[in-house]
């Protein structure tokens, strides 16, 4: 598996990608990584050290020649998103991640693979080791917990970084160049309910939703793909209001960034109401039949279950359902001054109920502040409806487009030069770490690229090879092109 990973070209990256997959590094939990990261520097005996949030920079001499360049960052994250599908046993907090060779891509084995960033970090490690490759002085910034709040570089003190240009390695189609990108904001809505005991008369139930693609809430978001939350809320509502089901627990979705691919719930059913299982097949048909083009795998089943003890509070279902109901998922806006590009969205991230408490946790993006606190404000006031407190938390601003970049014009020259193709200049709806970057350092020029990846915060995770090789040729020609002082 590793050995396979190993082999590929170029080596360097893909030798230091594995040495990266075998650390554990999950978001909030990097200390693992750091000491990674900490440890390769002083092994190369370059410049070394940890701020006071965590985030590793190492800077690296310019060779030869190149002592005239403007130093330039390159910046990637240390943490990825940890996401497996059901029967897959792993534990991300010991285990490095299992690699396979799939043709002309690197995916995982039931899990997501952390190319998303590690990619990156492989790139700028294998500049950094090497002995042969053209460059300006470089400084890496590793930075943490991009994924969960972007705390990393949220922390990352004025004055500390040295570069004049920066290059963002954390983009996922190797044809782009990315001069901005969304913001966002966590929604978080809580509740309480009393137990009531199940009722004689009531058939305990499981529903359970699987098979969903799920993917990056931002870079996924417009493919019309299911959120496992709305379409078990559906089920929900139907079970509840025409058969008069009792709830007991919900347990759906995960990471903020992902849309959810599963969901389990339990409820009662009134049996003295015939005709509940055939409602549901035909509630199922109608779900499938309306994302069969986007989600062939969607699997819903409901299986009788031993009688459990308790279940919500009548009221208090009936307004969780209609809350979830009226709040938005998906694309709010689209940008009206860049082609195909969303503005604003908003992802039901995960719905947790169990033993007499109700969290509800949504990702809202957006590249307008505006419309983002919009669609925030309208998510509050659905909650709030139902009577549910209603936080905003870890928002972060958008990065700006500046199309008259200098750092811009020499990566579209760059790429037109070694691929005789226009590359896409893009805006994304995705969080890079650049809009924050801007906040202590605007004066730094700032661009963001990378090779392609599919399926990021999923399983289905993967990297396109033939693709690194592209990347890994592009990065090595722009620092050699890199502009004078």
Not at 458 to 476: A, G
Request: charged share 20%; aromatic share 8%; net charge negative.
């Amino acid at each position: 598996m590793s050995i396979e990973v190993r082999a590929l070209e170029p080596t360097a990256i893909w030798n230091c990608f594995a040495d990266l997959n075998a650390v554990p590094r999950p978001s909030k939990k990097e200390e693992r990584v750091i000491q990674f990261m900490l440890d390769f520097g002083g092994s190369l005996k370059l410049e070394t050290f940890s701020d006071a949030v965590g985030n590793v920079i190492i800077r690296k001499p310019a060779t030869a020649g190149m002592e005239d360049r403007k130093m330039v960052t390159l910046q990637s994250h240390l943490d990825m998103v940890h996401q497996k599908n059901t029967e897959t046993v792993f534990d991300f907090d010991t285990q490095g991640i299992a690699m396979v060779v799939d043709g002309d891509w690197v995916r995982a084995e039931g899990t997501t693979l952390g190319a998303d960033n590690g990619m990156g970090v492989a790139a700028i490690m294998a500049l950094l080791q090497s002995i042969d490759i053209p460059h300006p002085p470089l400084e890496a910034l590793f930075t943490i917990d991009e994924e969960t709040g972007m705390t990393g570089a949220m922390g990352l003190e004025a004055g500390l970084l040295q570069g004049e240009v920066l290059l963002n390695l954390d983009t996922e189609e190797d044809d782009e160049i990315d001069i901005g990108c969304a913001g966002g904001i966590d929604i978080t809505a809580v509740g309480e309910y009393h137990l009531q005991g199940v009722r004689p008369e009531y058939q305990c139930y499981e529903i359970r939703i699987t098979g969903l693609k799920g993917g990056h809430s931002g870079m996924d978001i417009h493919k019309g793909l299911g959120n496992a939350n709305k379409l078990m809320n559906r089920l929900l509502y139907h079970s509840v209001f025409e058969f008069d089901a009792d709830i007991s627990e919900i347990d759906g979705g995960g990471l903020r960034n992902a849309i959810p691919r599963e969901s389990a719930a339990t409820l009662a059913v009134n049996q003295t109401n015939d005709g509940f299982q055939e409602a549901f097949q035909g509630w199922v048909t109608i779900l499938k039949s309306e994302l069969s083009a986007t989600e062939p795998d969607l699997q819903i089943a409901l299986q009788p279950i031993a009688p459990f003890d308790f279940t919500m509070e009548p009221t208090k279902a009936r307004d969780l359902l209609r809350s979830i109901y009226a709040a938005h998922n998906g694309v709010y806006a689209m940008s009206a001054t860049i082609p195909d590009l969303v503005e604003t969205s908003n992802n039901i991230a995960r719905v947790k109920v169990s033993d007499g408490a109700i969290k509800v946790s949504c990702l809202t993006r957006s590249s307008r502040q505006s419309s983002k606190m919009d669609l925030a404000q309208a998510l509050q006031s659905a909650f709030e409806l139902g009577g549910y407190a209603v936080t905003f938390s870890g928002a972060y601003p958008g990065w700006n487009p500046n199309p008259n970049s200098e750092i811009l014009k020499l990566l579209e020259t760059t790429y037109k030069r070694l691929f005789t193709a226009e590359p896409r200049v893009v805006a994304c709806h995705a969080g890079l770490e650049c809009g924050i970057l801007g906040q202590n350092y605007p004066d730094i020029d700032m661009i963001s690229f990378g090779p392609t990846i599919h399926g990021a915060h999923s399983p289905d995770e993967c990297v396109q090879i033939s693709s690194v090789q592209k990347f890994w040729t592009f990065l090595k020609a722009v620092l050699a092109d890199s502009p004078k002082k």
